[in-house]
């Protein structure tokens, strides 16, 4: 990998772990200093030391209103400027809905949704004012497939789907790219939901993707010329569907 992100500054929410660990490592080797965001703070002063003095290690709790409304001035007071936002946090409930938690339903909604309409909403003035900016929101293959097994969580992927297309109309004129990466099941904490059986063929089965593999997406994306933007990647393993 070159050198593509030279120069930039992202910021990578759900950074310790998954898919947000990848693509902030792929942002690094491609030359990015990158804000890790995370509320495990042991974690991410592990990756500060792995990593050096390109990492900056943001702990805060992306639910607690206060704390995520100060990403932007912390992140500007930390690197001093915000080139990418790779909005990746989230969480998964999964199962029939009439044997769901309530409150893990409340708390899935917040983070995969709203934290992720309150993180674009408060970078977007700086990105607008700097006439350039990259966004990329993590959803799924559940945001285009009504996956029968999950319906909460592809309801918050579905909107987030909608967010994504809908504010990039808004904001390309002000050199502003938005997109998403909706990958199938990827490796993660994110499957511990699964029920054991189906994940046990999945495995099985070769149908599950690394972080790694959707952090090369990711990478593809940013490097692409101004010109385009690569609004959806929908990525999926070639054995999903057996």
Known sequence: MGM??????AVVTGAASGIGLASAEAML??????????????????????????????????????DCAGLLPRVLEMAGQLDI????????VGGDLVDADTVAIDRMLNLNVNVVMKNVHDVLPHMIERGTGDIIVTSSLAAHFPTPWEPVYASSKWAINCFVQTVRRQVFKHGIRVGSISPGPVISALLADWPAEKLKD??????????????????????????MT???VVMLPTNFDL
């Open 202 to 227: 999945a495995r099985e089965s070769g149908s599950l993707l690394e972080a790694r593999e959707v952090a090369d997406v990711v990478i593809f994306m940013l490097t692409r010329p101004r010109g």
């Open 85 to 92: 936002l790779h909005a990746n946090a989230g969480t998964y």
């Open 4 to 9: 593509e992100l030279d120069g930039k500054v």
């Open 29 to 66: 080797a491609a030359g990015a200093r990158v804000v890790m965001v995370d509320r495990d703070e042991a974690a991410l002063k592990a990756l500060r030391a792995k990593h050096g003095d390109a990492v900056f290690a943001l702990v805060i709790d992306l639910l607690d209103p206060q």
């Open 230 to 232: 690569i609004r959806d």
